[in-house]
């Protein structure tokens, strides 16, 4: 999809997290509600005996609520590689008692196995690896090894390795083109063909998404050479993994268009039912549906999650027996080319017109990880059990939810505590409760959930839970629960009184710093302060990359003295130019207040001039009048009046500090690159 203006979000973190300004305003009531809105809310209420109570919110009326219990039974997967162990586990599950089911028959990670295949996602985290011994570009991971090549005969020719913690790596066994040159390759014992792809691979670049990229990241293009799907593109890393091991090939050709350096550009296979529309008709090779389905998808609106749409803007869709609502768009991305879309139908418009506004659930970080393991791995009945979960809860938002109670670690961390809903679907449904309890608040307690996506630290828990629930360990997020979330934000040159600090008389690191970049390593253990509380006001030393950079190499040369003087020239430079920059911008506004007044008051003069002058007043004689002028020294002569005088002068006032004050501000401008160059 291409976008003429740059008007995209940034690239979104691996949990599709939205930046915090379009959360800001979203969690009003419905902008209005007119008087149709007695029917809606019947609707909406519970009315299954026994059904969990909804908690209403007085601000924030919650418009969701369980109807029906979940009477699902149907334990569809779809018919991937990867879901070749779920058929017995989601039968297995259909027998157990809701609630209970998921935590003992999820089938865990480890560090040497972990639960699941992450394509097409990297992962940062560290665990095994394994690779052909001739070809290892060939990165498969762990739980692909086990499923598909363990055990086989091309096993012995597979060497592991265990990655390191923070190292960006993703599995090529499931990139479709691999697929098919592995099922030959492995045959033959012949992986030449498997490794000039993966050697070629390697040299193009990724797909960008749907966040988009614009021209100067250089992304080669390609589009259909019929034109049948107007605006449709595909990167060339998609155009590799998907469309050549499609009947579609010939059907795209290099995008004629030129991408202009302000137009934004998405990669239209990034979308998961575009993905899942290529190979369904590329198998019954029919492009027409393909380009139909394209079509159709494209024109549809991007959900905006967690925000409040315009009821009549968008169609809307919603699970049988379930009062859960989704956008269309949400519904054709979850649903199209699944075998999950016999579980949904149209909510008609006439049922939501109480309210001017409307929220698509499924916009929800948690409900999108919910469907994902439901669409992987553990079949529909786990997503329909995580809606009702949702459904019967208030919203976890960016403001302050009133709830009776909260979940909060076994071994209490202050300040962290998570809502019903977030503890249900991310904690509850993957055997993590016993690490939580329950804090009741008869009455309610107004708290943030410290996993909604904007809150500090939340983004760094959820990727933490993602690692947890691949490796199954989970004081990985107890630990990281711990250190992270009573730490200040750096106070990078700002001086800060009251906070930790570790580091020397020569430099001194924050707390977030220290955790970010200094534990652990080697030459932490020559600091004077650990862990130490200042009382005089303190600025932070190694926030920029510069210094970062300089300490990660003084620790690979073991040299701590070398580290020690680059901190004192840097410090010399700091007191020659941030404490001058700040007079010069203290006195800068000063002058600008000063300026803004001497305009003013030489407007007014000018103004009195203007209507006091002989030339403005009405001659009623008929006979001319003899005329005088004024002046002074610097302003020059011939004004009609004193006023016209005085406004000059002020105005020539105003122009010289404005004057002076350009000086000044090319000074601070130079001591700025000066501070810069050394930051
Ligand atoms: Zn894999
Ligand atoms: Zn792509
Ligand atoms: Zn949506
Ligand atoms: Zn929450
Ligand atoms: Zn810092």
Not at 111 to 132: A, G
Not at 149 to 170: C, H, K, P, Y
Not at 243 to 261: D, G, H, M, P, R
Not at 437 to 444: A, D, I, S, T
Request: with cysteine.
């Amino acid at each position: 999809m291409q976008h003429e203006s740059p008007s995209l979000p940034p690239q979104t973190p691996p949990l599709n997290l939205v930046p915090q300004s379009q959360y800001a305003a979203s969690f009003k009531p419905a902008s209005e509600t007119n008087s149709a809105s007695s029917s809606s809310a019947e609707l909406l209420t519970p009315r299954r005996e026994g059904a969990t109570p909804v908690h209403q919110n007085e601000r924030d009326p919650q418009p969701y609520a369980v109807i029906y219990p979940s009477q699902v039974t149907d334990t569809d997967t779809p018919s991937s590689s990867r879901s070749t162990i779920l058929s017995e586990e989601t039968a297995n599950a259909n027998s157990a008692s809701p609630g209970k089911r998921y935590v003992t028959l999820s089938p865990k990670g480890s560090r040497n196995i972990i639960r699941d295949c992450p394509y097409p996602d990297e992962i940062k985290f560290s665990t095994k690896w394994h690779y052909l011994r001739n070809v290892p570009k060939f990165q498969v991971c762990s739980y692909c090894f086990t499923q598909h090549i363990e055990g086989t005969d091309v096993a012995v020719s597979f060497d592991s390795e265990m990655s390191l913690q923070g190292e960006a790596r993703n599995c090529k066994f499931q990139i479709p083109r691999v697929q098919q040159l592995w099922t030959t390759s492995k045959r033959s014992k012949d992986f030449e063909a498997l490794k000039a792809l993966l050697e070629h691979r390697a040299g193009v670049l990724p797909c960008y998404g749907e966040s988009g990229t614009t021209s100067a990241a250089g992304v080669k293009w390609f589009s259909p050479i019929s034109g049948d799907i107007p605006g449709f593109v595909v990167c060339e890393a998609c155009y590799e993994d998907y469309i050549l091991a499609s009947t579609f090939v010939n059907q795209f050709e290099v995008y004629k268009e030129k991408q202009t350096s302000n137009a934004i550009w998405a990669c239209d296979l990034s979308l998961r039912s575009i993905e899942r529309a290529l190979k369904h008709c590329s198998e019954e090779n029919d492009w027409r549906k393909f380009t139909s389905f394209a079509s159709k998808r494209l024109k549809l609106p991007k959900c905006v999650s967690y925000e409040w749409l315009p009821t009549e803007s968008v169609k809307w869709y919603q699970p049988k027996s379930l009062d859960y609502i989704l956008c269309e768009t949400c519904y054709i991305d979850s649903t199209a080319f699944s075998p999950f879309d016999k579980y949904f139908e149209p909510r008609p418009n006439e049922l939501l017109k109480g309210r001017k506004d409307w929220l698509c659930l499924q916009g929800w970080i948690t409900m999108k990880l919910a469907w994902e393991e439901a669409y992987q791995r553990r079949g529909y009945n786990h997503w329909f059990e995580q809606a009702q979960i949702m459904g019967s809860n208030l919203l976890c938002t960016a403001s302050p939810v009133n709830h009776e109670k909260w979940f909060v670690l076994a071994n209490h961390v202050q300040n962290f505590q998570i809502c019903p809903s977030c503890y249900g679907v991310l904690i509850m449904s993957y055997g993590y409760a016993p690490y939580f309890k329950e804090q009741n608040h008869p009455g309610g307690a107004e708290k943030i959930c410290s996993f909604f996506p904007t809150v500090r630290h939340a983004n760094r828990f959820l990727e933490k839970l993602s690692e947890v629930i691949f490796v199954n360990d989970f004081s990985l997020l107890q630990n990281e629960i711990e250190t992270w979330t009573n730490v200040h934000p750096c106070p990078r040159s700002e001086g800060v009184v009251g906070r930790t600090f570790y580091g020397s008389d020569d430099f001194l690191i924050c707390k977030e710093c220290y955790e970010n970049a200094v534990k652990g390593t080697v030459l932490e253990s020559q600091f004077t302060y650990s862990n130490t509380i200042f009382t005089k006001a303190n600025k932070c030393d190694l926030y920029s990359p510069r210094m970062r950079a300089l300490w990660a190499e003084a620790c690979t040369k073991n040299d701590y003295d070398g580290f020690i003087l680059i901190c004192r020239q840097r410090q010399e430079i700091y007191l020659q130019t941030i404490p001058v920059i700040k007079a010069i911008l203290t006195q800068q506004r000063i002058r600008l207040s000063r300026q803004k007044m001497l305009n003013a008051s030489s407007n007014f003069y000018n103004f009195l001039n203007s209507t006091t002058a002989p030339s403005s007043q009405i001659n009623y004689t008929g006979y001319s009048q003899p005329t005088y002028s004024y002046g002074a020294a610097g302003v020059g002569y011939g004004f009609e009046t004193q006023f016209g005088v005085e406004g000059a002068r002020l105005g020539q006032q105003a122009s010289n500090l404005a004057f002076e004050g350009g000086g000044d501000i090319a000074r601070a401008k130079y001591l700025e690159e000066v501070w810069k160059a050394v930051e």
